[in-house]
């Protein structure tokens, strides 16, 4: 065991230092930069941690983390259901080989073109349960002859994460006002097939703001309580996921057992299963993005060093000022450290990955891998500057294959006409 109560086989967390640099350098060469690598046997580790740490409860796959093929495929492996929060994440986990009853679609402000795509698909998989965040929406099931699996999400007022753009539990945009859920589920309990309760704080939840976790967790049970005893027993409570992953190297990982105890305390007696449905734990440090040196240059604090991946590749430092371990794969120690700002190609100042951080003198040419990339990395990609998508390798056992290839110039006007 480890100081952390992790098993010494599956680590709580995996740092840069556990990537193993030359087989990094040759997957850069083989397949080009920018590149995600995601090893499959990290996100099995991760889901076997969440399935130990909560083992009489349903773990559900946040699939908007990351909706690669190959990823969602170790995650059913792993046994994790999915929790989808659009037609297209629905799609894709149904594709993967998610049998419906493994699917929860998550409904926010849906268009109704996904409405009318998931209640197809319910129709075919009448065990998907959907989940609304409004009364609004319940008529608009109605109206496309859902009668299915249906679960209310809660606004819980209270809120949590790693940053205010990510805390989803006390925004009004999210779920139905808690002190009108319990009104909302006498109403429909009749009509559909009720089946329970969801809330969400927010994303990247660490031990420090675990007391709001737990406030929600709290005001949950109390909501069930009050459900239970109006319309009968829930099959689950759903709390959302949000656990949080260290970014900086010197943070420590999130005790997953003492959230689980917390969770459950918090919870207090209900009758439906407890669930939980993390994304970023099942597969941010599953993941790596690599980036080559092309420009450096002198400037008055630090030496700018431009590389080939940018905003448009992992757009998680410029909208969040998140923190990314970055290493310089090329040099190791046997450069000496400088001040660096890496900095992308994209049309923006925004486009920085880092500012003045200690790096291994990095030259052109070089190859940076940028840690924790996994969760909201290629998710979050996009075009803008008409940069092509970057491609992704995925390892089994340390063996690399393309699982999704680059984009081209091509790609990028394929849509016009
Ligand atoms: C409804 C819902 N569930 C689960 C998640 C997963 O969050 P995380 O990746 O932080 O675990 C999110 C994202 O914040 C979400 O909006
Ligand atoms: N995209 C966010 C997480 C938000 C999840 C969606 N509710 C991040 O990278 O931290």
Redesign the pocket.
């Known amino acids: 065991m480890t100081a952390h109560g992790g098993d010494t086989e599956n680590p709580p967390v995996r740092r840069l230092s556990g990537w193993d640099a030359d087989e990094l350098v040759a997957l850069a060469g083989e397949y080009g930069t920018p590149l995600y690598v995601m090893d499959r046997d990290r996100v099995r580790e991760n889901c076997a941690r969440l399935r130990g740490a909560f083992p009489d409860a349903e773990v559900r796959y946040?699939v908007?983390?990351h909706t690669g093929r190959a990823v969602l495929e170790a995650v059913r492996e792993s046994g994790l259901a999915a929790e989808c929060?659009s037609a297209g994440e629905v799609e894709r986990a149904l594709a993967a080989g998610y049998d419906g009853s493994e699917v929860q679609y998550t409904a926010v402000n849906p268009p109704g073109r996904d409405l009318d795509h998931v209640v197809d698909r319910w129709r075919e998989n009448p065990e998907l349960t959907v989940t609304v965040g409004a009364a609004d929406t319940v008529g608009r099931l109605r109206d496309r002859g859902f009668d299915g699996r249906l679960c209310i999400r809660a606004n819980p007022g209270v809120g949590a994460?790693?940053?205010e753009?990510?805390r989803?539990g006390a925004n009004a945009k999210f779920g139905v006002p808690y002190d009108e859920v319990a009104d909302l589920a006498a109403s429909v309990a009749d009509e559909f097939d009720f089946v329970g309760l969801h809330a969400?704080a927010?994303?990247?939840i660490s031990g420090e703001d675990l007391s709001n976790h737990r406030e929600l967790v709290r005001r949950m049970g109390e909501l069930a309580r009050e459900v239970e005893s109006r319309v009968g027993p829930l099959e689950f409570v759903d709390v959302g996921g949000g656990f949080g992953v260290p970014y900086r190297e010197d943070e420590p990982p999130l005790d997953l057992e003492s959230v689980a105890d917390a969770t459950r305390e918090a919870l207090g007696d209900v009758s439906g299963t407890l669930a939980v449905e993390p994304?970023?734990y099942v597969v941010a440090d599953a993941g790596v993005l690599l980036a080559r040196v092309n420009t450096v240059k002198e400037a008055a604090d630090a030496t700018v060093v431009g590389v080939d991946a940018g905003m448009t590749t992992l757009?998680?430092p410029a909208?969040?000022d998140?923190y990314h371990e970055i290493r310089n794969l090329s040099a190791e120690n046997t450069e000496e450290a400088i001040s660096a700002t890496v900095a992308g190609p994209i049309c923006e100042s925004a486009d920085v990955l880092c500012e003045n951080r200690s790096l291994a003198n990095p030259r052109r040419g070089a190859y940076l891998a940028v840690g924790n990339a996994g969760?909201?990395g290629y998710?979050?990609a996009s075009t803008y500057n008409s940069r092509p998508r970057p491609a992704e390798v995925a390892l089994d056992g340390g063996k690399a294959r393309l699982v999704r290839r680059r984009e081209t110039l091509t790609d990028l006007t394929e849509l016009e006409q």
Do not use: I
Request: proline share 0%; net charge positive.
């Open positions: 946040a908007k983390a929060a994460g790693h940053h753009k990510v989803t969400h927010g994303s990247g994304g970023r757009l998680r909208m969040y998140a969760a909201y998710e979050m």
